[in-house]
């Protein structure tokens, strides 16, 4: 019997033979010109962090909405996240892409959120988007619904550090070794992690579409 | 070869295998059923995950809030009190207009009044900011900054900017501006007709301009007395305010505390400065030449006490913007106008450039 051993899997993205279903998130950054943003923030543009606010801010909404599942808490969180980038972007050197800096100020509020959110008692009421698209038909927008429900149900089951993992990978399209350096963390750790979340996620959905026991 | 498990297959579909393990096990998946079917859920799950999930934020509410901490971070970090940016500028502008009418009128002595230096003129000025003990009756003045100095008996005060006092022991005298002060034991103020007493520990701001008097008390009490009314206690989180051209006391409201702390400016000498500055950024704006007036207009349009001043500033900035030609920082600030003064003097022009965008 061949061992599948998840340290091993080869998570590294070159060449992909097919496009993934996934990445919302990957190649929209401008790092150029997110670059340019923060040189100007740390001199006190207040112009250059509204840019920089807009820019990125479709993106970081929607990994926050993935990473906690309740669209209320989503703008609470985010303005928790540029505060927060705001008062660390003077530290950014470089060392690492924007994208990654960006996402590990995310990971950070979202994984002290999940943690406050655990010892409180769960609303029920606030799990799914209400951004409606008015170019979908209603049995598209209820299909949608019912998806994105699953989804977040399934994602309710991972635990905070496998979902942020997950998360980046699956639906923000980062790379094993990019994730461990937003998350500060090893690579093998990274793939132990997503190799977990992805048995128990795929678990959850079939669970919840009445396929498994 | 035996079944791999869900996790390769999951990387299988995600296009994450390569070379002889994809080969290997995508041969196996095509001949085996049960990994067929594994396969067709995870594709159904993979699918899922492709649904564009996004959220419904009211940006509006976001960026307010934003704006707001932004605009914050953006003071703090420029310094507590970055006067001097847009003091130079206006001290500048005062002293080409005094220059320039030495220059056209003759030269008899200047018969307004000079808020300050003038009643202080002979007292020796000290630009110190490092607490300065006074051992004997000595004359302070501050200039542009703050002045602090011990006094009596392990008590301390800060003189505002171009705030002026005589102090004696336990007894200051205060000529005009902005007197923030804490005492251990006993402590006297005069400033004017008016007479603050405290006995005790106390902290408190005393405020005079050519309009009003003001006393705010952030620890302890004081007695406050004025020749012509009933001498009042002012107590913690309290404070007091005569109008010097009607001669009463107006007010005393609770819960002021934090002025004394947040260094009360004197109001008198702040407004002008302040419609000093607005003045030569409006002319500055003109020329085209404004640049150096944002970042005190920023200071202004989020900071000043008097709202006429904070609606003028923004919409200069807006238009100083305009003149740089930097429509997007312009649309930010006439935004940010509409946010805020939605009703404004100006609200018409922010609209239509807001429209032209």
Not at chain 1, 63 to 87: C, I, P, S
Not at chain 2, 25 to 29: E, Q, S
Not at chain 2, 160 to 184: K, N, R, W, Y
């Given at each position: 019997?061949?061992?599948?051993?998840?340290?091993?899997?080869?998570?590294?993205?070159?060449?992909?033979?097919?496009?993934?279903?996934?990445?919302?998130?990957?190649?929209?950054?401008?790092?150029?010109?997110?670059?340019?943003?923060?040189?100007?923030?740390?001199?006190?543009?207040?112009?250059?962090?509204?840019?920089?606010?807009?820019?990125?801010?479709?993106?970081?909404?929607?990994?926050?909405?993935?990473?906690?599942?309740?669209?209320?808490?989503?703008?609470?969180?985010?303005?928790?996240?540029?505060?927060?980038?705001?008062?660390?972007?003077?530290?950014?050197?470089?060392?690492?892409?924007?994208?990654?800096?960006?996402?590990?100020?995310?990971?950070?509020?979202?994984?002290?959120?999940?943690?406050?959110?655990?010892?409180?008692?769960?609303?029920?009421?606030?799990?799914?988007?209400?951004?409606?698209?008015?170019?979908?038909?209603?049995?598209?927008?209820?299909?949608?619904?019912?998806?994105?429900?699953?989804?977040?149900?399934?994602?309710?089951?991972?635990?905070?550090?496998?979902?942020?993992?997950?998360?980046?990978?699956?639906?923000?399209?980062?790379?094993?070794?990019?994730?461990?350096?937003?998350?500060?963390?090893s690579v093998n750790t990274v793939r132990s992690r997503l190799h977990h979340a992805r048995l128990e996620f795929h678990e959850a959905i079939q669970r919840r579409v009445g396929r498994t026991a | 070869m035996s079944c791999p498990d869900t996790s390769t297959l999951w990387s299988l579909e995600a296009g994450e295998l390569h070379g002889d393990s994809r080969a290997a096990?995508?041969?196996?998946?095509l001949s085996c059923l049960a990994c067929q079917s594994t396969r067709n859920e995870l594709r159904e799950t993979l699918s899922l995950l492709s649904v564009d999930a996004r959220p419904a934020v009211q940006w509006s509410r976001v960026d307010a809030a934003l704006d707001d901490v932004s605009a914050k971070e953006m003071l703090r970090r420029a310094g507590p009190l970055?006067?001097?940016?847009?003091?130079?500028?206006?001290?500048?502008?005062?002293?080409?207009?005094?220059?320039?009418?030495?220059?056209?009128?003759?030269?008899?002595?200047?018969?307004?009044?000079?808020?300050?230096?003038?009643?202080?003129?002979?007292?020796?000025?000290?630009?110190?900011?490092?607490?300065?003990?006074?051992?004997?009756?000595?004359?302070?003045?501050?200039?542009?900054?703050?002045?602090?100095?011990?006094?009596?008996?392990?008590?301390?005060?800060?003189?505002?900017?171009?705030?002026?006092?005589?102090?004696?022991?336990?007894?200051?005298?205060?000529?005009?501006?902005?007197?923030?002060?804490?005492?251990?034991?006993?402590?006297?103020?005069?400033?004017?007709?008016?007479?603050?007493?405290?006995?005790?520990?106390?902290?408190?701001?005393?405020?005079?301009?050519?309009?009003?008097?003001?006393?705010?008390?952030?620890?302890?009490?004081?007695?406050?007395?004025?020749?012509?009314?009933?001498?009042?206690?002012?107590?913690?989180?309290?404070?007091?305010?005569?109008?010097?051209?009607?001669?009463?006391?107006?007010?005393?409201?609770?819960?002021?505390?934090?002025?004394?702390?947040?260094?009360?400016?004197?109001?008198?000498?702040?407004k002008s400065s302040e419609e000093l500055f607005l003045g030569r950024a409006e002319h500055a704006v003109q020329r085209g030449s404004c640049g150096d007036f944002l970042l005190g207009l920023e200071t202004l349009a989020f900071d000043a006490e008097e709202e006429p001043v904070r609606e003028r500033a923004r919409i200069v900035k807006a238009r100083c913007h305009d003149?740089?030609?930097?429509?997007?920082?312009?649309?930010?600030?006439?935004?940010?106008?509409?946010?805020?003064?939605?009703?404004?003097?100006?609200?018409?022009?922010?609209?239509?450039?807001?429209?032209?965008?």
């Open positions: 019997m061949i061992a599948y051993a998840h340290a091993a899997l080869p998570l590294v993205e070159e060449a992909r033979p097919s496009p993934s279903p996934k990445v919302h998130g990957d190649g929209r950054l401008d790092e150029t010109l997110c670059a340019q943003l923060i040189a100007q923030i740390k001199a006190g543009d207040l112009v250059a962090f509204d840019r920089l606010y807009r820019h990125t801010r479709e993106d970081v909404a929607r990994t926050l909405f993935h990473l906690v599942g309740r669209n209320a808490e989503v703008e609470d969180l985010l303005q928790d996240t540029y505060v927060r980038l705001l008062k660390a972007v003077k530290g950014f050197r470089g060392e690492c892409t924007f994208r990654t800096f960006l996402y590990r100020v995310c990971a950070n509020v979202a994984l002290s959120h999940l943690r406050w959110r655990r010892r409180r008692p769960e609303d029920p009421c606030d799990v799914l988007p209400d951004a409606e698209c008015p170019h979908r038909t209603p049995e598209q927008e209820a299909q949608r619904t019912e998806a994105i429900a699953l989804v977040q149900a399934a994602l309710e089951k991972l635990s905070p550090k496998k979902r942020i993992v997950f998360v980046y990978h699956q639906l923000c399209g980062m790379g094993p070794e990019e994730i461990a350096e937003t998350v500060g963390t | 096990t995508l041969a196996h998946a970055p006067l001097w940016k847009w003091m130079l500028p206006a001290g500048g502008f005062a002293l080409l207009a005094a220059a320039v009418t030495m220059l056209v009128h003759s030269p008899a002595p200047v018969t307004t009044k000079p808020v300050v230096v003038a009643e202080v003129a002979a007292a020796p000025v000290m630009e110190v900011t490092a607490p300065k003990p006074i051992a004997e009756v000595q004359s302070l003045h501050a200039g542009k900054q703050r002045l602090t100095f011990s006094f009596g008996s392990g008590g301390h005060g800060e003189l505002g900017p171009h705030s002026s006092a005589t102090v004696d022991g336990s007894l200051i005298t205060l000529s005009s501006g902005t007197l923030i002060a804490s005492a251990e034991r006993e402590l006297v103020i005069h400033a004017g007709a008016v007479s603050v007493k405290g006995d005790g520990r106390v902290k408190l701001s005393v405020s005079q301009s050519s309009r009003f008097f003001e006393v705010a008390v952030s620890d302890g009490a004081v007695l406050v007395e004025r020749a012509d009314a009933q001498p009042v206690w002012i107590h913690q989180g309290e404070s007091v305010r005569f109008d010097r051209a009607k001669g009463t006391s107006v007010s005393k409201k609770a819960d002021v505390g934090a002025q004394v702390k947040q260094r009360t400016p004197d109001p008198g000498v702040e003149a740089r030609v930097e429509p997007d920082k312009a649309g930010i600030e006439y935004r940010r106008y509409l946010r805020d003064f939605p009703t404004g003097n100006f609200a018409e022009e922010a609209r239509k450039a807001v429209q032209a965008e």
